[in-house]
């Protein structure tokens, strides 16, 4: 249960709700090499990080994968695509170094949520806020890759 508290998606749930949660979660190992999920596979599931490194990587071609981040601290989480419509990972995951990973499946967590809208709203509020921290980082990449380029067009 503590290590689901590290999770920012997580963030300001109660020990009640924690404990729900924590019944509804499944650890397993995965080992060098191995893919959590799939881009563009269906999001059929949460993954949290135990211990272990999991790359997160997206699909340039049929012959390259652009590597994104690496998932290395415990409650590092990834799979958040399983909580919204049309539940599609937008990335794929190796594991890099062999893991423990805590998995919650997303009609688990889903049905979770329904009978719980307090917790729910709690999820979903901490889910916006990060993606807008994200989509505010990305602003701010294309801010200086077009500078540079607008630069390098007119010096």
């Known amino acids: 249960m503590e290590l689901l508290s590290l999770c920012y998606i997580f ?11 924590s019944e ?12 959590l999920m799939h881009e563009g596979q269906k999001a059929e599931a949460l ?3 135990k211990e272990g490194e999991v790359e997160l990587l997206t699909s340039v071609n049929d012959s390259f994968e652009l ?3 690496i998932l290395r601290n415990p409650g590092d989480c990834t799979g958040i695509s399983s909580l919204v419509v049309p ?3 937008s990335l794929s995951a190796r ?3 062999a893991a423990q990973i805590l998995t919650i499946k997303q009609t688990a967590l889903e049905k979770l949520m329904k009978e719980d809208h307090e917790l729910g709203c709690i999820i979903m509020k901490n889910l916006a806020q ?3 921290g994200r989509l505010k980082e990305t602003r701010q990449e294309l801010k200086i890759h077009f500078k540079t380029i607008f630069q390098s067009i007119h010096p």
């Open 11 to 21: 963030k300001g749930l109660s020990a009640s709700q924690f404990q729900r949660l």
């Open 24 to 35: 509804i979660t499944k650890e397993k190992p995965i080992q060098k090499g191995e893919f």
């Open 47 to 49: 993954f949290i990080i």
């Open 67 to 69: 590597p994104i981040a």
């Open 87 to 89: 539940y599609k990972y």
């Open 95 to 97: 594991c890099v170094k």
């Open 130 to 132: 990060y993606l807008l």
